[in-house]
């Protein structure tokens, strides 16, 4: 069974609402246009809000039977020490070229992107990754759970299958390295490299000139928004792995996929039997 199964319908990452304040203040249509536009924002955050949570207290309490030992139970502390540790240890085994790592830490989808990347990578380019400092507590935007049907096989509440992400706000300061040769000595021939050293008129060898490294250092704050991933899959529970990264809910895109959705629905009621 795949593990990436993109990211949940209708998760929701707040992000800063939109301004009560309109462009242009003598308007009075204009004040009525930005509450209506934030009041909307809100509302579909806590209807999100609420619907996780029906989700979630189904997933604790009504996907397999009271008497099983092995519910599913969520524990903040130890999920967001997880959240701190698959980030730091992603990002890296992804400076070490490390790919056996990165398949421990994170599923199918982003292993692929990023090993696409190590692979693109110049032979000569060497990356170190650290966390120069970061918040004490990992904040919770978004968690969601859901059951998966598996196709041609019963529904068994002793050995369930699901699904489950959590999507945490991780503030950090983070520092790359990036050492490579000099690109001059790199782009010399080899067959000039084999050569043997020349010598001066007055018979003493010239001491050849050792190509410095080139460092580039970056070091910058940074607000990422990490999706983590637990599966449940027939009654065994998996560790957590990095899903990827996602992105706070904007106006926009709760136009389109409210646009998707009575697209999807319409196109059902033209074709009922599809």
């Known amino acids: ?25 003598s308007s009075p249509a204009a004040w009525r246009q930005a509450l209506r536009t934030r009041a909307g924002y809100e509302w579909k955050y806590l209807k999100t809000r609420f619907q996780d949570r029906v989700g979630r207290l189904y997933y604790f309490f009504g996907l397999t039977n009271w008497r099983w030992r092995e519910r599913p139970r ?19 085994a992804f400076a070490k070229n490390d790919e056996a790592a990165l398949k421990n830490v994170c599923i ?17 380019m060497k ?7 970061a ?12 059951k998966l049907p598996i196709p041609g096989e019963e529904d068994d509440k002793t050995a369930p299958t ?16 990036i050492t490579r040769r000099d690109s001059a000595a790199s782009s010399q021939p080899k067959s000039a490299k084999g050569r043997s050293p020349k010598w001066s008129p007055d018979g003493h060898k010239i ?4 190509a410095e490294p080139l460092v580039d250092v970056h070091e910058k704050d940074v607000i990422e928004y990490v999706v983590l991933q637990q599966r449940m899959l027939r009654g065994k529970m998996e560790g957590w792995k990095v899903w990827g990264f996602a992105s706070p809910t904007t106006l926009e895109k709760i136009e389109k996929d409210r646009k998707y959705q009575d697209d999807t629905e319409a196109y059902q009621a033209a074709n009922p039997g599809m």
């Open 207 to 210: 001491q050849e000139k050792k």
């Open 127 to 133: 990356m170190t990754w650290e966390l120069v400092s």
């Open 1 to 25: 069974m795949m593990d990436d199964l993109g990211l949940f319908a209708g998760t929701f990452i707040r992000g800063t609402p939109p301004s009560l304040a309109p462009s242009k203040f």
């Open 162 to 177: 699901a699904l489950r992400q959590v999507v945490y706000r991780l503030k950090t300061r983070q520092r790359l390295t």
């Open 135 to 146: 918040d004490k507590r990992p904040r919770v935007v978004s968690h969601k759970a859901t």
């Open 74 to 92: 969520f524990k903040s502390k130890i999920a967001r020490a997880a959240a701190v540790s698959l980030h730091q240890r992603m990002y890296k």
């Open 108 to 124: 199918s989808g982003i292993y692929e992107q990023l090993t696409q990347r190590i692979a693109a990578r110049p032979e000569d």
